[in-house]
Structures are given as C-alpha cells and as structure tokens.
C-alpha cells in the first residue's frame, strides 16, 4: 500500500522547535512535491508548506514564514518540516502530502497523504 508516514510530533513549550519527517511507503519521493498541511480542532485544513520535487523551490503559509523550514532529501526518501519559534497557536494536526506534478498545488492534485502526526504548543 502506498502512504506516507509522518513522524516527530509531541509536546513542546511556547518558543521551542520540533522537526517532523514525512517518509513514504512503497513509493520513491524523487518526482514529487511535497506539502505539509494541517488541521486545529475545529478548523478547516490548512496549507502550511510545500516543496517542489527537486527542492529548487519553496512555499510557505504567512504565519510559517521566518519561523518553519521544508526539505526534502531524495537521497534518504524523506522529506522535513523544521518548526522553530512554536506558539499555541500552531497546535494542530500535521499532515504531508506527495503531489506527481513535482509542483507545489492546490490540496486536492496532491495524491498521497499521510495520518498525520499531532502538534501540541503548551506551557
């Protein structure tokens, strides 16, 4: 079955960092983007960040911007969301998404996804 994993979730204070890893299974991330969403309760899913498939280019949510890095290493097939500078704010459900194209896209052209790996800000 083809999916993605995401990994390095948990607790963290207000200020404090977390890198989360998004590894896919059955499938080589090579030729896609990838993009890293996620969803507060209550909230609708939002785009947090994306990447193109080569790395060459990046996009980033305004509230990400400054404060979270996306990349991508073909050669280890995974694929990072360094978050520094945590709020409460951020807390939320994170996703990555692989999209074919090799372009950052809309949500729906992205094709596979993973469960998710849960954020929690808090003092």
């Known amino acids: 079955q083809l999916q993605l994993v995401e990994s390095g979730g948990g607790l963290v204070q207000p200020g404090g960092s977390l890198n989360l890893s998004c590894t896919p299974s059955?499938?080589?991330?090579?030729?896609?983007?990838i993009g890293w969403f996620r969803q507060a309760p209550g909230k609708e899913r939002e785009g947090v960040a994306c990447?193109?498939?080569?790395?060459?280019?990046?996009e980033y949510e305004d509230s990400a911007k400054g404060r979270f890095t996306i990349s991508k290493d073909n050669d280890k097939n995974t694929a990072y969301l360094q978050m520094n500078s945590l709020k409460p704010e951020d807390t939320a459900v994170y996703f990555c998404?692989?999209?074919?194209?090799?372009?950052?896209?809309?949500?729906?052209?992205?094709?596979?996804w993973g469960q998710g790996t849960q954020v929690t800000v808090s003092s």
């Open positions: 990447i193109s498939s080569t790395g060459r280019s990046a």
């Open positions: 059955g499938f080589s991330l090579t030729y896609y983007a």
């Open positions: 998404a692989a999209e074919p194209s090799g372009l950052c896209s809309p949500p729906l052209r992205y094709k596979y």
